[in-house]
Nanobody, 137 residues
Framework: QVQPVESGGGSVQAGGSLVLSCAAS????????VGWFRQAPGKEREGVAS???????EYADSVKGRFTISKPNAANIVTLQMNSLKSEDTAIYSC???????????????????????????????WGQGTQVTVSS
């Protein structure tokens, strides 16, 4: 089990953009889901976006139309392009890499957010340390 490494966090004014990167330590060309989660102080963790090796994506309603997650590239890196940032996007952002052959609840696909299958990320995923994103209004 090797942790992925996040980068790209920082401070930006509302309306600005940031790009986060998640460098996985495993081959992401097949049977892998990469997810981005965030947690703000005093709030529950929230799934933000996920992508599988084939490029299928899911986004939280709160970021649809503003955030874009990339398909894993040959260097096993997934990016999260964040545009039109709002103060409520302020949080620690963490990426998680899940071998879909291990998770049993999602049927070989990225576990949907806010469903029981999301537990596969906790039970079988490799989590990064997180990166801080701060959006000032």
């Amino acid at each position: 089990q090797v942790q992925p490494v996040e980068s790209g966090g920082g401070s930006v004014q509302a309306g600005g953009s940031l790009v986060l990167s998640c460098a996985a330590s495993r081959d992401t060309s097949s049977n892998v889901c990469v997810g981005w989660f965030r947690q703000a102080p005093g709030k529950e963790r929230e799934g933000v976006a996920s992508v599988d090796s084939d490029g299928a994506t899911e986004y939280a309603d709160s970021v649809k139309g503003r955030f874009t997650i990339s398909k894993p590239n040959a260097a096993n890196i997934v990016t999260l392009q964040m545009n039109s940032l709002k103060s409520e996007d302020t949080a620690i952002y963490s990426c998680v890499v899940l071998d879909l052959r291990r998770g049993a609840r999602s049927g070989g696909y990225c576990p949907p957010f806010e469903e029981a299958a999301e537990g596969d990320f906790d039970d079988f995923g490799d989590w990064g340390q997180g990166t801080q994103v701060t959006v000032s209004s």
